[in-house]
């Protein structure tokens, strides 16, 4: 079945900053790959996403980078803000519908 | 127009006892998805239903655990005779349609087994 790694586990950086954040994905048949952030008690919520038709896609300072060959996607963030601080999730939608999550990267912003 | 509602937010149960965990998708949404989450760790699929079916069960745990979604109401997990272990936080996402639909998660239920 699909495996998704996520790197690095926690980030940190400095307010206007940008932030990185990689997965690679093991199953060739995937064909899309959502973003979510999971603030503290909360449920996570749909940043950003992307199908494999499509090599990037960007949301004012958010954008993700798809490329199927190596099949691994990226989460950009830019000009990073203090409540950008959150647990970040990518996901990759495997054999069936369920989305199958990386472990996470917990992004801290410090102002 | 409404978000995925789950109730209760906070469940606490005695080991032994059942749990449910409702969830009413978006409005529109047919499709209801089960997810759970221990701690430090991410989201593990469980169960994908929708109305009066259950597509997948892949996820679920063999024994003890079951889940409906009703013709009418809410999508109902149950933990019967719950351990320490079940102790999580059970997400419900709905989607409008099944394969790559976006899903969209709701708050979620704390569960708690003392």
């Known amino acids: 079945g699909e495996n998704v790694e996520q790197h690095p586990s926690t980030l940190s950086v400095q307010e206007g900053d940008s932030a990185v954040i990689k997965c690679t994905y093991s199953?060739?048949?995937?064909?899309?790959f959502p973003w979510y952030k999971q603030e503290l008690g909360k449920g996570p919520q749909l940043i950003i996403d992307?199908?494999?038709?499509?090599g990037e896609k960007k949301d004012q300072r958010i954008a993700v980078t798809l490329n199927k060959t190596a099949k691994h996607f990226s989460l950009h963030i830019t000009e990073t803000q203090p409540e950008d601080s959150a647990v970040y999730f990518c996901?990759?939608?495997?054999?069936?519908?369920?989305?199958?999550f990386g472990k996470g990267t917990t992004l801290s912003v410090s102002s | 127009n409404a978000g995925v509602m789950q109730n209760p937010r906070h469940l606490v149960r005695r080991r032994g006892q059942e749990a449910r965990l409702r969830c009413s998708p978006m409005?529109?949404?047919?499709?209801v998805y089960w997810y759970r989450q221990l701690p430090e760790e991410g989201l593990k699929f469980m169960v994908y239903?929708?109305?009066?079916?259950?597509?997948?069960e892949s996820g679920m745990p063999k024994e003890r655990f079951s889940a409906e979604f009703p013709k009418e109401g809410p999508s109902i997990l149950r933990i019967q005779q719950v351990v320490r272990g079940d102790s999580a936080a059970y997400f419900c996402?709905?989607?409008?349609?099944?394969?790559?639909?976006?899903?969209?998660f709701g708050p979620g239920t704390r569960l708690l087994v003392l």
């Open positions: 992307i199908r494999s038709n499509v």
């Open positions: 239903l929708q109305k009066e079916n259950i597509i997948d």
């Open positions: 409005k529109g949404h047919s499709h």
């Open positions: 996901a990759a939608v495997g054999a069936g519908t369920a989305l199958i």
């Open positions: 996402a709905s989607s409008p349609g099944g394969s790559w639909e976006t899903q969209y």
């Open positions: 199953d060739s048949a995937s064909n899309y």
